[in-house]
């Protein structure tokens, strides 16, 4: 928000019991990004936007994914976990240090949007002391109410505590809230523990403020966006809307998408102009697909740059570290990995290519393995431009086929190639006349009755 500071405070100390995992609740996954790395990037960027997260004791994983997706951030330890309210002031000399705005948010609620945290603070600007963030429910039963008169926020409601009346609202809390800074530590500090359970919640702070003379606001959203992951079927339940936003906004970029229910894509995937998509692709992090490329069915593709106009599939597998250059083809059952494909390369069917280097406009024949690992080392291969290797061929790294080359098929290459020469590598062709029929008929009168 133009010419206001904020801090926003991420809560991410829970470790998400329900999900019956050794990983940290926030560190599961939603379209390839973690479920924090996906509130950390809607939270607000740039000049004037500070960013706190707060983690559990020993979380050094949580925290370092803080660090991975926002390098802003600082990280506070939340070393008993006594309400939301106790987990802010984990962060207190964060807010100490003063902000126009105080956002405060969970690092299990991956749907969030930066325009909605942007939406949270314009109350603020007009001179509310606190806006929480509502949802209206389908079924609000078990969610705290938002009870409003004359367009104020007068109390939350817990289910358990509220009367008939109040239970008929639906209107609900989705715990995201933002204070107008001057006064966000004094009313925070305020919060005590008259509850059930004993614990600080964020949620006393309406009544806090109400107590001051001061203004609660609520702004909505959709209860899609709030949704907190706390179990594995809400994590799928999230994946799935999370995939139909980033097909929609694909197919209104421009890409086209042959039956979109059946492709799966991650929160980072680019797309040039006139991209087609088939069916059951698998797009994982760190894709860019530029203009003209045709990705064909049942191939998946992770952390790999596909150029113009190339062409990948079908069935194939694009692995971390790839580059395929303009109009390049990989083709049926071909798998790539740390591969550089430059313009106009062919590696049509039945081939691995790891760890390799291809000129322009080389043709890699069928069943060709580029032998990388001896069991300790990755080794490279070089195959230069317009070199051709022959089927079911092995190319032993380290080698170096030269530009123009070629590479008569079944060879197994342990040398160096020069330029324009032709290397074959076979065994002369041993014949032993009648061999078949003596081995059959002396296994035959060998065999034992069963």
Known sequence: MTGRTS??????????????????KVLHQVASQSLLGHVLA?????????????????????ADEARRVRPDAAT???????????????????????????????????????????????????GAALTVLGFRAADPTGYGRLLVEDDQLVAIREHADATLAEREVDLCNAGVMAFAGKTALTIIEQIG????????????????????????????????????????????????????????????????????ETVHLAADTTF?????????????PGVSIADGAVIHAFSHIVQAAIGKKASIGPYARIRPGTSVGEGARIGNFVEAKAAILEAGVKVNHLTYVGDTHIGAGANIGAGTITCNYDGFNKHKTIIGAGAFV???SSLVAPVKIG????????????????????????????????????????NAANKKPK
């Open 7 to 24: 801090l926003t405070i991420v809560l991410a100390a829970g470790e998400g019991t329900r999900m019956r995992s050794s990983t940290p």
């Open 42 to 62: 809607a939270a607000p960027h740039g000049a004037g936007s500070a960013l706190a997260v707060v983690v559990g004791p020993d979380r050094q994983d949580v």
């Open 76 to 126: 506070f330890v939340q070393r008993e976990r006594l309400g939301t309210a106790h987990a802010v002031l984990a962060a207190k000399d964060a807010i100490a240090k003063g902000a126009d705005d105080l956002l405060i948010a969970f690092g299990d609620t991956p749907l969030i949007s930066a325009e909605t945290f942007e939406r949270l603070r314009a109350p603020l600007k007009a």
């Open 193 to 260: 523990t008259s509850n059930s359970k004993g614990e600080y919640y964020l949620t006393d702070a309406v009544e806090i403020v109400r107590s001051m003379g001061l203004r609660a606001s609520v702004i909505e959203t959709s209860e899609d966006e709030v949704r907190g992951i706390n179990t594995k079927a809400q994590l799928a339940e999230a994946e799935a809307i999370m995939q139909a936003r980033l097909r929609k906004a694909a197919l209104d970029a421009g890409v086209t998408i042959v039956a979109p």
């Open 272 to 284: 040039g102009n006139d991209v087609t998509i088939e069916q059951y692709v698998v797009i994982g």
């Open 390 to 392: 022959g089927s079911n």
């Open 403 to 442: 530009a123009g080359a070629y590479i008569g098929s079944g060879s197994v290459i342990t040398r160096d190639v020069p330029d324009d020469a032709l290397a074959v590598e076979r065994n002369e062709v041993s014949m032993k006349e009648g061999w078949g029929k003596r081995f059959r008929d002396k």
